[in-house]
């Protein structure tokens, strides 16, 4: 098993940044792909980034390129993600996830992932 524990959200007005993250505990870390996903009111919970276990690859979603990055730091077993330039549609909770590494996976989508966080809410003030 592996336990997630995000933290850092809050609330910053529009333009502004927040740095998340993820702490691991359990099954070794580097042999999951790590990602981040949000969901807003009302709406279903959305892909944001992805990086994979060898800590070079990395993928973001359209809405977020350009202004989140995402890490992770093996010795400390922590996914951190850089939030900048943040808007309004970026209010959500924010979710760590752990995947397994499968067949016929490829870590884009919420069913690819085995472990999930509690989250941490984030809101972007106009």
């Known amino acids: 098993q592996v336990q997630l524990v995000e933290s850092g959200g809050g609330l910053v007005q529009a333009g502004g940044s927040l740095r998340l993250s993820c702490a691991a505990s359990?099954?070794?870390?580097?042999?999951?792909?790590m990602g981040w996903f949000r969901q807003a009111p009302g709406k279903e919970r959305e892909f944001v980034a992805i990086?994979?276990?060898?800590?070079?690859?990395?993928y973001y979603a359209d809405s977020v390129k350009g202004r989140f990055t995402i890490s992770r730091d093996g010795a400390k077993n922590t996914v951190v993600l850089q939030m900048n330039s943040l808007k309004p549609e970026d209010t959500a909770v924010y979710y760590c996830?752990?995947?397994?590494?499968?067949?016929?996976?490829?870590?884009?989508?919420?069913?690819?992932?085995?472990?999930w966080g509690q989250g941490t809410q984030v809101t972007v003030s106009s």
């Open positions: 359990g099954r070794t870390f580097s042999n999951y792909v």
């Open positions: 990086i994979r276990q060898s800590g070079g690859n990395t």
């Open positions: 996830a752990a995947g397994i590494i499968r067949g016929g996976r490829d870590h884009y989508t919420e069913s690819d992932y085995d472990y």
